[in-house]
């Protein structure tokens, strides 16, 4: 498997000779709590990874740098998270995307729930603009979506050292659709204390794996079957592109 093309390995004049027959894709994330074991960069670093194996699966794809900030109100109840609301996160998005017109289309990666519904409008707006834009998440648990197990395990297979294994705790294991009336109104604290959604004591490496493997061949083939027959042919490597290394 090839190593993955970005925007930030690349000059202009090597982009101006591929972005017409490519798919520019921008990993979006977050920056919020986590519980009391995970980063605030989980929802990041989760969607950057996803983006890096497309692109390395597809000769066709470039990943942009990531978004770090979404919208995030719902864990304003901890300190260190921050967001940059609703409407602020569907803006960027459409004026994001209309940037990128010299792409053949644009696939937004989101790795935090929260971004939903500002990502669905902004989707919306623009494909009625007439632009190709998709919008891909990976499927979570309805007991398991916050700093639980799959998160855990998911950062233990990609920045173990970023985990405090011995803080790992249990949150809210009920189903997201039992909790989620109270966490609208009052946010996420009101729900959980320590801000975790799911079990994490169980998490692995080895699942983590699983995981983002399974959630990387999901978005391949979601990405595949977006780009119609009629795209330009699959991009190859711009005169002049810097060698990269194999390993």
């Known amino acids: 498997m090839r ?40 929802d990041t670093e989760v969607a950057a990874a996803l983006a890096d194996r497309l692109a ?6 470039v990943v942009a740098p990531p978004v770090p900030y979404g919208a995030s ?6 300190p260190g998270t921050l967001s940059i609301g609703r409407h ?5 998005l459409v004026e994001l995307a209309r940037s990128a017109d010299a792409f053949a289309g644009v696939l937004l990666v989101c790795g935090h729930g929260g971004n939903a519904d500002p990502l669905r409008r ?22 398991d979506s916050h700093a639980g197990g799959a998160e855990t395990a998911a950062m233990l297979a ?11 705790e249990p949150g809210v294991t009920r189903p997201l659709a039992e909790v989620l009336p109270a966490l609208r109104e009052s946010g996420v604290r009101a729900v959980s204390g320590n801000g975790v959604l799911g079990d994490p004591t169980g998490a692995s490496a080895a699942e983590g794996a699983r995981l983002l493997a399974r959630w990387a061949d999901d ?9 119609p027959g009629d795209w330009p042919a699959a991009a190859a490597d711009p005169p002049g592109a810097p060698a990269r290394d194999p390993g």
């Open 3 to 42: 190593p993955p093309r970005r925007l930030a390995e690349l000059t202009w004049p090597e982009i101006a000779g591929i972005a017409g027959r490519s798919v520019l894709a921008v990993p979006l994330g977050a920056t919020e709590q986590h519980g009391p074991h995970l980063p605030f960069t989980v």
């Open 56 to 61: 390395a699966a597809r000769p066709w794809v």
């Open 73 to 78: 109100g719902e864990h304003a109840g901890f």
């Open 88 to 92: 602020a996160t569907e803006t960027l």
């Open 122 to 143: 902004a989707v919306g707006r623009l494909r009625g603009e007439g632009r190709r834009v998709r919008a891909w998440s990976p499927r979570w648990s309805t007991s």
């Open 158 to 168: 990609l920045r173990p050292g970023a985990v405090r294994r011995d803080r790992a």
């Open 219 to 227: 978005l391949v083939a979601a990405a595949d079957r977006w780009r």
